[in-house]
């Protein structure tokens, strides 16, 4: 080797020890988290831990005419899909299924939270604001004749319905979502604790442009749902709350029906023309939430009927699982073997670059199903075995590029320098070319193809942090360790391993 070829070195900086002080940080805090967040364990998918899988058979809702058409159930899977996405339900999925006039909605939900998501996406989830015209105890009368006597424009049909109707029974308090916006109806409230003839509709759930779930911050509980209306619905709800402002009770109220059910009914003092308007009722945080979701992507074109329900047994995902397992095990026993043989001592790095990763991995995944309900299917399991190769991909350019500048004659501590400033462009080009692929499955696919795409993702970001803080420091370290710096054979670094022809005493003569 040259005495010039040997003396060129890069100008920046080498500081190994504060990019592995980093990564060790790094580690301990994942670390602590997961044992503050308390997640014990990877939350796993359908395909992997059963759930719960129901079908919808699409209808035209009471009152409505003409048939079922394919646009109506694109949307309506797409309200869904909307719904239980932002339920932070992950790996769920939303299809339509069959053709023609018997199109399906199929809905499929990991784990054991399933039946309560499936309730709440199918929901019609028609919002309206109606004024109250009578309002009473939730019973049955004995007669008709005892019924409340309505004010003008109530018919005797509904007055009746109302002396008969009794809020008591849990089947009065289903709600249907089937009413018509613009007759006087009776209904229950949601608790069965009263009942109320309600004028028409004046503000409609489509004019509503937010829901959120908030929670009073003056006492700290009671939670609610604050709605922020549109241009029209501003304008009629400030026409309607200045109309009953000066009328008697119980005309002063203005009923919040969803499906047909009373949410709640509060008096009206003063004109609303803010165009918001609060929810109240005494809702836990998960159902203020869960009503907010609803609202906030609109009501179902159609009304449904609940078809067969199905209990997916996670067995079978047992099954699926280990040979997930055994496939990931099997690659990267294959990765690890090779690396060995090919790199000899170098090869410790890849063992160490891998374990670093996997660890970071299993990190996330824990946390990540605590924090926004990941959850890992067999297609995620694929992306996470794809990624071993990613993690290989790197090394291997980057050993490759060390050994060629020893070739070209520097010595190995000035090798591993120049070869890194030239590795890490191609490093960084292979790796976004991954996560662009990665983030156009995910915004484009549906289902398990999204789960890969996520876990795929994930990883080769995983891998660019450990390639920058792990891999690279880690061999500036052991270049410096005479066993590598000086071509032991079983370095990786030898000249039988480079390639290099070593001349001999003879020749030398």
């Given at each position: ?11 920046t900086?080498?500081?190994?020890g ?15 988290a ?7 364990s990877?939350k ?12 919808l ?15 109506a159930?694109d ?19 939303v ?8 199109r ?36 049955a009368?004995?007669t ?6 309505p004010p003008?424009g109530?018919s ?8 008969a ?5 849990p ?7 089937s009413?018509?916006a613009?007759?006087a ?30 929670i ?23 026409a ?17 029906v ?20 609060e ?16 609202l ?30 055994l ?7 294959l ?19 891998l ?15 605590k ?35 020893v070739?070209e ?17 191609t490093?960084?080009v292979a ?10 499955l ?38 410096r360790i005479?066993?590598?710096?000086s ?9 039988k391993?480079?390639?290099?022809l070593?001349p ?6």
């Amino acid at each position: 080797m040259s005495t010039n070829a040997q003396s060129r070195t890069p100008k920046t900086a080498v500081r190994p020890g504060r990019s592995l002080a980093i990564l060790a940080l790094v580690l301990v805090a994942l670390l602590a988290a997961v044992f503050i967040q308390g997640a014990t364990s990877v939350k796993l998918g359908l395909d992997l831990r059963g759930g719960t899988s129901v079908t919808l058979q699409p209808r035209l809702a009471a009152g409505e005419s003409g048939k079922v058409t394919t646009a109506a159930i694109d949307q309506a899977v797409s309200i869904i899909r909307q719904r239980v996405n932002s339920l932070g339900v992950a790996e769920s999925e939303v299809t339509a299924q069959g053709s023609g006039t018997n199109r399906q909605i199929v809905i499929s939900v990991p784990g054991d939270t399933g039946r309560r998501v499936v309730e709440l996406v199918g929901q019609t989830a028609e919002l309206r604001f109606r004024q109250v015209l009578v309002s009473g105890a939730p019973t049955a009368s004995k007669t008709t004749d005892t019924a409340a006597t309505p004010p003008a424009g109530v018919s005797p049909t509904v007055n009746a319905a109302y002396a008969a109707l009794d809020c008591t029974l849990p089947a009065n308090r289903q709600g249907t979502g089937s009413d018509n916006a613009n007759d006087a109806i009776v209904a229950c409230d949601r608790a069965g604790q009263g009942k109320y003839i309600l004028a028409g509709a004046v503000v409609l759930g489509r004019e509503i442009s937010k829901a959120s779930a908030a929670i009073n911050q003056t006492t700290g509980s009671g939670w609610y749902v604050l709605l922020t209306f549109n241009g029209d619905g501003t304008k009629k709800f400030g026409a309607l709350t200045t109309r009953v402002t000066s009328l008697a009770a119980p005309q002063n109220e203005v009923a919040i029906v969803l499906d047909g059910l009373v949410v709640s009914a509060p008096r009206i003092n003063e004109a609303i023309n803010s165009g918001s308007a609060e929810i109240t009722g005494s809702f836990t945080q998960l159902e203020a939430t869960d009503l907010a979701n609803v609202l906030k992507y609109g009501a179902l074109p159609l009304a449904f009927d609940r078809g067969e329900v199905q209990q997916i047994s996670p067995s079978l995902g047992a099954d699926q699982l280990h040979a997930g397992l055994l496939a990931g095990f099997i690659g990267l026993l294959l990765v690890v073997l090779y690396s060995l043989l090919y790199y000899r001592g170098l090869g410790l790095v890849s063992v160490g670059s891998l374990v670093v990763a996997g660890s970071l991995v299993y990190l996330l995944f824990l946390l990540l199903g605590k924090w926004i309900g990941f959850t890992l299917t067999l297609a995620g399991i694929a992306g996470a075995i794809v990624a071993i190769g990613i993690t290989a991909d790197s090394f291997i350019v980057y050993f490759e590029r060390v050994r060629d500048e020893v070739r070209e004659g520097r010595s190995v501590r000035s090798a591993v320098e120049t070869g890194w400033l030239r590795a890490r462009r191609t490093i960084i080009v292979a790796d976004f070319v991954s996560i662009i692929a990665a983030a156009l499955l995910y915004l484009f696919a549906v289902g398990g193809v999204r789960g890969f795409a996520f876990t795929l993702g994930l990883t080769t970001l995983i891998d660019l942090f450990v390639v920058f803080i792990f891999t690279k420091p880690l061999v500036t370290v052991i270049t410096r360790i005479k066993f590598y710096s000086s071509g032991h054979p079983l370095s990786g670094l030898s000249g039988k391993s480079l390639g290099v022809l070593i001349p001999s005493k003879t020749e030398e003569a």
